[in-house]
Protein backbone atom coordinates (compact mmCIF):
# COMPACT_ATOMS: atom_id res chain seq x y z
CA UNK A 1 0.00 0.00 0.00
CA UNK A 2 1.14 3.43 -1.08
CA UNK A 3 2.25 5.34 2.23
CA UNK A 4 -0.23 8.57 3.00
CA UNK A 5 1.92 11.32 3.92
CA UNK A 6 0.01 13.95 5.91
CA UNK A 7 -0.07 17.83 4.95
CA UNK A 8 2.55 20.16 6.73
CA UNK A 9 -0.24 22.30 7.98
CA UNK A 10 0.91 25.93 9.09
CA UNK A 11 -0.71 28.12 11.35
CA UNK A 12 -2.55 30.93 10.11
CA UNK A 13 -0.69 33.22 11.21
CA UNK A 14 2.69 32.06 9.45
CA UNK A 15 0.93 31.45 6.40
CA UNK A 16 2.15 34.76 4.72
CA UNK A 17 5.71 34.18 5.47
CA UNK A 18 5.49 30.34 4.38
CA UNK A 19 3.68 31.24 1.11
CA UNK A 20 6.53 33.76 0.45
CA UNK A 21 9.52 31.91 1.66
CA UNK A 22 8.13 28.11 -0.01
CA UNK A 23 5.55 29.51 -2.55
CA UNK A 24 2.70 27.36 -0.94
CA UNK A 25 1.58 26.74 2.66
CA UNK A 26 -0.92 23.95 3.71
CA UNK A 27 -3.97 25.17 6.32
CA UNK A 28 -6.27 23.18 8.69
CA UNK A 29 -9.58 23.53 8.65
CA UNK A 30 -10.14 25.61 11.77
CA UNK A 31 -7.14 28.35 9.79
CA UNK A 32 -9.34 28.77 6.96
CA UNK A 33 -12.76 29.65 8.54
CA UNK A 34 -10.82 31.98 10.56
CA UNK A 35 -9.26 33.64 7.27
CA UNK A 36 -12.62 33.68 6.01
CA UNK A 37 -14.44 34.85 9.23
CA UNK A 38 -16.61 32.72 10.42
CA UNK A 39 -17.24 29.22 12.14
CA UNK A 40 -16.11 26.20 10.06
CA UNK A 41 -19.92 24.96 10.19
CA UNK A 42 -20.84 27.82 8.15
CA UNK A 43 -18.27 26.36 5.40
CA UNK A 44 -19.62 23.10 6.35
CA UNK A 45 -23.19 24.11 5.15
CA UNK A 46 -22.36 24.93 1.99
CA UNK A 47 -21.17 20.91 0.81
CA UNK A 48 -24.96 20.57 -0.67
CA UNK A 49 -24.06 22.46 -3.72
CA UNK A 50 -21.42 19.51 -4.55
CA UNK A 51 -24.54 17.10 -5.13
CA UNK A 52 -25.62 19.59 -7.40
CA UNK A 53 -22.80 19.74 -10.09
CA UNK A 54 -23.21 19.15 -14.31
CA UNK A 55 -20.78 16.92 -16.18
CA UNK A 56 -18.16 18.24 -17.75
CA UNK A 57 -18.46 18.07 -21.39
CA UNK A 58 -14.58 18.90 -22.39
CA UNK A 59 -12.61 16.16 -20.99
CA UNK A 60 -10.08 15.42 -24.42
CA UNK A 61 -9.47 11.98 -22.63
CA UNK A 62 -12.60 10.85 -22.86
CA UNK A 63 -13.50 10.81 -19.40
CA UNK A 64 -16.40 10.92 -17.83
CA UNK A 65 -15.44 11.53 -14.04
CA UNK A 66 -15.65 15.25 -13.83
CA UNK A 67 -18.80 17.48 -12.83
CA UNK A 68 -18.20 20.55 -11.82
CA UNK A 69 -19.47 24.40 -12.00
CA UNK A 70 -17.53 28.42 -12.39
CA UNK A 71 -17.94 31.68 -11.69
CA UNK A 72 -16.06 34.87 -11.94
CA UNK A 73 -15.85 37.37 -9.16
CA UNK A 74 -13.71 40.90 -8.72
CA UNK A 75 -12.36 41.09 -5.10
CA UNK A 76 -11.27 44.45 -3.78
CA UNK A 77 -10.76 46.84 -0.60
CA UNK A 78 -14.37 47.46 -1.53
CA UNK A 79 -15.29 43.72 -1.18
CA UNK A 80 -16.71 41.10 -3.29
CA UNK A 81 -18.53 41.22 -6.69
CA UNK A 82 -20.02 38.89 -8.88
CA UNK A 83 -19.14 39.66 -12.35
CA UNK A 84 -21.35 38.27 -15.91
CA UNK A 85 -21.44 34.96 -16.34
CA UNK A 86 -18.33 34.07 -18.84
CA UNK A 87 -16.52 31.42 -20.64
CA UNK A 88 -13.13 29.81 -18.56
CA UNK A 89 -10.62 30.07 -20.90
CA UNK A 90 -6.67 29.18 -20.55
CA UNK A 91 -3.57 29.13 -23.07
CA UNK A 92 -2.31 26.19 -23.93
CA UNK A 93 1.27 27.43 -22.55
CA UNK A 94 -0.53 26.74 -18.63
CA UNK A 95 -2.89 23.48 -19.95
CA UNK A 96 -1.88 21.62 -23.04
CA UNK A 97 -4.39 19.30 -22.86
CA UNK A 98 -7.74 21.99 -22.32
CA UNK A 99 -6.30 25.22 -23.02
CA UNK A 100 -6.64 27.00 -26.27
CA UNK A 101 -10.78 26.66 -25.85
CA UNK A 102 -13.40 28.41 -24.05
CA UNK A 103 -14.94 26.52 -21.84
CA UNK A 104 -18.67 27.51 -20.73
CA UNK A 105 -19.64 25.57 -17.45
CA UNK A 106 -22.87 26.14 -15.71
CA UNK A 107 -22.63 29.02 -12.43
CA UNK A 108 -22.53 27.88 -9.22
CA UNK A 109 -25.53 27.82 -7.63
CA UNK A 110 -26.81 31.46 -5.64
CA UNK A 111 -27.17 29.14 -2.35
CA UNK A 112 -22.42 28.85 -2.40
CA UNK A 113 -22.36 31.71 -4.53
CA UNK A 114 -23.86 34.08 -2.49
CA UNK A 115 -23.43 32.88 1.16
CA UNK A 116 -21.44 34.70 3.38
CA UNK A 117 -19.40 32.25 4.62
CA UNK A 118 -18.21 31.68 0.81
CA UNK A 119 -17.68 35.24 0.18
CA UNK A 120 -15.83 35.80 3.33
CA UNK A 121 -13.58 33.12 2.44
CA UNK A 122 -13.20 35.07 -1.20
CA UNK A 123 -12.16 38.18 0.72
CA UNK A 124 -9.85 36.78 3.47
CA UNK A 125 -7.75 35.19 0.68
CA UNK A 126 -7.76 38.53 -1.24
CA UNK A 127 -6.70 40.06 1.90
CA UNK A 128 -4.19 37.59 2.05
CA UNK A 129 -2.55 37.72 -1.14
CA UNK A 130 -2.84 41.53 -1.42
CA UNK A 131 -0.05 41.72 1.16
CA UNK A 132 1.91 39.36 -0.69
CA UNK A 133 1.33 41.17 -3.91
CA UNK A 134 0.08 44.33 -4.06
CA UNK A 135 -2.25 45.76 -6.98
CA UNK A 136 -5.33 46.40 -8.29
CA UNK A 137 -8.38 44.11 -7.59
CA UNK A 138 -8.37 40.13 -8.01
CA UNK A 139 -9.78 38.61 -10.88
CA UNK A 140 -11.16 35.29 -9.00
CA UNK A 141 -12.70 32.15 -11.10
CA UNK A 142 -14.01 29.77 -8.63
CA UNK A 143 -14.67 26.18 -9.95
CA UNK A 144 -16.39 23.43 -7.49
CA UNK A 145 -15.45 20.06 -8.78
CA UNK A 146 -16.15 16.46 -8.10
CA UNK A 147 -13.68 13.59 -9.27
CA UNK A 148 -15.94 10.60 -9.07
CA UNK A 149 -14.05 6.74 -9.51
CA UNK A 150 -17.96 5.41 -11.15
CA UNK A 151 -15.87 4.43 -14.31
CA UNK A 152 -13.12 3.16 -12.13
CA UNK A 153 -10.12 5.78 -12.24
CA UNK A 154 -11.16 9.91 -11.88
CA UNK A 155 -8.32 12.54 -12.30
CA UNK A 156 -8.30 15.48 -10.44
CA UNK A 157 -5.66 16.89 -12.83
CA UNK A 158 -5.77 15.22 -16.47
CA UNK A 159 -3.64 18.05 -17.19
CA UNK A 160 -0.58 16.47 -14.51
CA UNK A 161 1.97 19.42 -12.88
CA UNK A 162 0.99 22.25 -14.24
CA UNK A 163 0.83 26.14 -13.60
CA UNK A 164 -2.64 27.61 -13.95
CA UNK A 165 -1.76 31.47 -15.46
CA UNK A 166 -2.36 33.21 -12.42
CA UNK A 167 -0.99 34.94 -9.68
CA UNK A 168 -2.10 33.09 -6.73
CA UNK A 169 -4.29 29.58 -6.37
CA UNK A 170 -6.62 28.19 -3.18
CA UNK A 171 -7.43 24.65 -3.64
CA UNK A 172 -9.65 23.80 -0.99
CA UNK A 173 -10.88 20.00 0.06
CA UNK A 174 -14.35 19.95 0.52
CA UNK A 175 -14.59 16.13 1.47
CA UNK A 176 -13.69 12.64 -0.33
CA UNK A 177 -15.11 9.59 0.20
CA UNK A 178 -14.68 5.65 -0.33
CA UNK A 179 -11.32 6.40 -2.34
CA UNK A 180 -7.76 5.86 -2.50
CA UNK A 181 -5.13 8.19 -4.11
CA UNK A 182 -5.75 11.60 -4.79
CA UNK A 183 -1.87 12.49 -3.53
CA UNK A 184 -1.32 16.68 -4.31
CA UNK A 185 2.27 17.10 -5.43
CA UNK A 186 3.67 20.53 -5.46
CA UNK A 187 7.24 20.88 -6.64
CA UNK A 188 9.47 24.20 -7.51
CA UNK A 189 8.68 25.44 -11.13
CA UNK A 190 12.45 26.21 -11.68
CA UNK A 191 14.42 23.97 -9.14
CA UNK A 192 13.89 20.06 -8.03
CA UNK A 193 12.88 20.87 -4.83
CA UNK A 194 8.80 19.13 -4.18
CA UNK A 195 6.43 17.67 -1.54
CA UNK A 196 3.94 15.32 -1.55
CA UNK A 197 0.46 14.75 1.18
CA UNK A 198 -2.56 14.03 0.71
CA UNK A 199 -5.30 16.18 2.05
CA UNK A 200 -8.23 14.14 4.02
CA UNK A 201 -9.80 16.81 6.13
CA UNK A 202 -12.43 18.92 5.27
CA UNK A 203 -11.86 22.38 4.33
CA UNK A 204 -8.03 21.82 4.74
CA UNK A 205 -6.37 24.12 1.95
CA UNK A 206 -3.46 24.15 -0.04
CA UNK A 207 -2.73 28.30 -0.65
CA UNK A 208 0.05 28.30 -4.09
CA UNK A 209 2.38 31.31 -6.01
CA UNK A 210 0.97 30.33 -9.22
CA UNK A 211 4.26 31.99 -10.36
CA UNK A 212 6.72 29.74 -8.65
CA UNK A 213 5.55 26.67 -7.76
CA UNK A 214 3.61 24.01 -10.14
CA UNK A 215 1.33 21.18 -8.90
CA UNK A 216 -0.97 17.98 -9.50
CA UNK A 217 -3.15 15.21 -7.73
CA UNK A 218 -2.77 11.85 -8.05
CA UNK A 219 -5.80 9.75 -9.63
CA UNK A 220 -8.13 8.61 -7.37
CA UNK A 221 -9.70 5.15 -7.50
CA UNK A 222 -12.93 3.25 -5.56
CA UNK A 223 -12.08 1.68 -1.91
CA UNK A 224 -15.08 -0.44 -2.91
CA UNK A 225 -18.32 1.35 -4.15
CA UNK A 226 -17.86 3.84 -6.72
CA UNK A 227 -16.44 7.52 -4.25
CA UNK A 228 -15.93 11.01 -5.09
CA UNK A 229 -13.33 14.02 -4.00
CA UNK A 230 -14.87 17.44 -3.77
CA UNK A 231 -12.56 20.56 -4.10
CA UNK A 232 -12.95 24.28 -4.62
CA UNK A 233 -10.21 25.88 -6.35
CA UNK A 234 -10.08 29.40 -6.59
CA UNK A 235 -7.68 31.75 -8.75
CA UNK A 236 -6.79 35.22 -7.82
CA UNK A 237 -4.91 37.39 -11.08
CA UNK A 238 -4.14 40.72 -11.46
CA UNK A 239 -4.86 42.51 -14.55
CA UNK A 240 -8.18 40.69 -15.88
CA UNK A 241 -9.13 37.76 -16.63
CA UNK A 242 -7.39 35.06 -18.82
CA UNK A 243 -9.11 34.81 -22.33
CA UNK A 244 -8.14 34.61 -25.86
CA UNK A 245 -5.82 37.61 -27.79
CA UNK A 246 -7.62 39.85 -28.97
CA UNK A 247 -11.10 39.00 -27.15
Known amino acids: MTALFE???RPGAEAPEVLRADGYVVLEPR???QLAGVPRAELVALEGAWERLEPDLYLRDGGRYRRRRHSCFEVSSEGVRAVPHRAHWQSVDYNALHGGIQRWFQPLEPALAEASAFRGLLGGL???FHGLRPGGPWSVEAHAFRIDTAGGIGRPTPEGAHRDGVDFVAVVLVG????????TRVFEAAGPRGQRFTLTAPWSALLLDDTRVIHETTPIQPL???GH???????????GFQEPAGA
Not at 176 to 183: D, H, L, V
Not at 229 to 239: A, E, I, K, P, S
Request: net charge positive.
Open 7 to 9: PPY
Open 31 to 33: ELA
Open 126 to 128: GRL
Open 176 to 183: RRGIKGGE
Open 224 to 226: GAP
Open 229 to 239: RDTLVLTFRQG
